[in-house]
């Protein structure tokens, strides 16, 4: 039964296809209004057009039914059977009866996927379109690395600051300092950490650094760099945001003119 409902489905967006193509109606998105999908239920199974009900089938006889609105059958609207399928005509509002069964014509069944990636569009798993003015699918980027603390984590953080800050001073190195005098650094929020204990291990690595409550970031360590005091202080406090926030810290840029 579930290969003849398949192959009614196929039958059935063909000749919706079909009458577009007729009509002079094929755009993108009406082809992609044609997909079929079959949504099997206890007594009868839905093939759908697009987002909406088009006919129910007998899951017992296979009889081919219209519908009243989604989900209720119109036993007054009957369209044959699975084993009559190519006697109809499925491509207007209902179907119509042919002439003569139309098997022996058709050779291959137009699909809106297949129709869709010869025009070199792609659909995504929520029915968007892509490619083309549609623009280009975008690749899920890969979770965000989050840091663990092995050890002491103040004796930890400070390693990482001190490697932080040396990458820093080599970047500040490559600049002149021109453009305007600022304040910039990073904002790093540690959860948990004892802050008599935390601005020691930023100490430790040779930055300052204090508490504080901000207003957009929340609460957490703003630490600086003496380095420079227009474009080579952004260009440290860029280099390590970067190495901070590779290793999975939760941190800030700080923006801030002098």
Known sequence: ????????????????????????????????????????????????????????IDNETGEIFGIMGYGKVNKKHVYGTLDTIY?????????IQSKSDRNPY?????SSIGILTERGLSID??????????????????????KSFIGNKYEELTKDLLQAKILAIEEASKVDD???????????TL??????STVQAIKNSGLSGFLRNAQIFGKGYLIGLGVGQ????????????NYLDSLGYDVSHWCQID
């Open 106 to 110: 058709i050779t291959k069944l137009m």
């Open 87 to 95: 006697m109809y005509y499925w491509g207007r509002y209902a179907a």
């Open 125 to 146: 798993e929520n029915g968007k379109l892509y490619g083309k003015e549609y623009g280009e699918k975008k690749i899920p980027e890969p979770p965000k690395a989050v």
């Open 1 to 56: 039964m579930m290969n003849k409902i398949e192959e009614f489905a196929r039958l059935l967006e063909n000749d919706q296809i079909d009458d577009l193509k007729r009509s002079d109606l094929s755009c993108d998105c009406n082809i992609l209004n044609c997909k079929v999908s079959i949504k099997t239920k206890k007594k009868y199974t839905c093939v759908d057009v697009g987002g909406s009900g088009k006919y129910m």
């Open 191 to 196: 959860k948990g950490f004892n802050e008599e």
């Open 230 to 241: 227009a474009y080579k202080r952004e260009k440290a406090a860029d280099a390590m945001y």
């Open 178 to 188: 021109s453009g305007t005098c600022n304040l910039d650094g990073i904002f790093l």
